[in-house]
Every structure is written in structure tokens, then in C-alpha cells.
């Protein structure tokens, strides 16, 4: 059913005070309207958040800490749950903003080098050799914090809910930045992205990165 649900429902549903529910929406960009005179939220923006932005056990990791297990301590042989669990627990390693651009610009994005710009996603799994059947609709950017404004320059973004987004922009702070020049993520943040949006070919990287 994807009926959407009031304010005061998504608060009950996640056991806050709607002060709380209506500050995560804000900060999630969840889309919201008002239906009459209720507010309410839309469906395929709280399955969002419950997938990649609910927290389960364990406390919230620092951005450094959570590139440190990105990097050095993520275990593809880790079963399912335990990856789930890893999945959301790294959600700090940037501040993800959804973005919708006009699609030539996200097509330049993907077959341009950008400066000061990594590609994740299902697009680094592609440029890594991983058959994942084409690049799916939603592309992801990595991009230093203090870059971010000159990407939002460029493209010309419309902010958006996550469920709408065409680009998902991580913005990553200065100190904790991972990459070293290259073009795109390796196999671990790929499947992360993939996986955070319940992306197709998001088993196939994940078998992939097990095997390499």
C-alpha cells in the first residue's frame, strides 16, 4: 500500500516526538505535503529512511572512524545481516545530498572527468569490469565538502527528496577524505551505494568484490 503517512504517524512509527519526526524529515529531505490540513509524508521517502538512515544497534561513527571501516574493515564474506548491519552504521562517512539536474548534465557528469569529483555507484562498478547491466538512473558524486558549491555550480541542481533524486552528492569532509586522483570508488563503496538504495546489481558487485 503507498499510501502516505501524517506526521504524527511517521513519529509513532520510529517511537519519537513529532518535534523529532519533523526535524528528520527536514534533514533527510523527505517530501512532505500538507493533505488537507494534515501533513504527510511520502511513502517511498520513508522506506528511504528506514533503509539507509534508521539507525539499529550501535552507536553512530565518526566520519574518520567510518571511512577506517569503509576502507580497512569492511568484510564482504560477512553474512548479510552483519553487512546490513555495517551498511547503515557507515552512513556517516558523508552528508548525502539528493539532488535532481537536468539529465545532459548528469550524462556529462557521468562521461566527463569533473573536477574535484569521484563517481560511485553503479558507475564505478561498470568502470571496474563488473557486469552489472548499464548504469542505473541515480548516479553518485563524491566531492570534498569545500567542493560541493562549485558541483552545485555546475550543475545546477534542483534539491530534491531522495526517492526523486537523479544524483546523490556525498559530500565528504576535508580530513576524512579517502580517494587519491582517481576517477572512481573501488568495488566496497560502489556496493555501498548501491546497496544503501536497494540498487539493482547490487549482489553482483558484492559477489565480485568477494572474489577479487
Known sequence: MNEPISLHGFADLLGVSQRRARAIVESNHLASRLLGNTRVIDTDDIRHYQRVRQRSAGQPLKPA??????????????????????????????????????????????????????????????????????PNNLLHVYARSRHVEDLATQAQPEQSSPARANMIVHSVPDDTWPFHGERHAALNVAWLDMADHDERGAEIVLREWKRR
Open 65 to 134: 572512524n567510518a571511512w577506517q571501516q569503509v576502507c580497512f574493515q569492511l568484510d564482504p564474506r560477512s553474512t548479510p545481516d552483519e553487512l546490513d548491519e555495517i551498511r547503515r552504521r557507515v552512513r556517516s562517512r558523508a552528508d548525502h545530498l539528493p539532488w535532481y539536474a537536468h539529465p545532459s548534465i548528469v550524462k556529462r557528469f557521468r562521461e566527463n572527468d569533473q573536477r574535484h569529483a569521484v563517481i560511485g555507484g553503479s558507475d564505478a562498478a561498470l568502470a571496474l569490469g563488473v557486469p552489472v547491466g548499464g
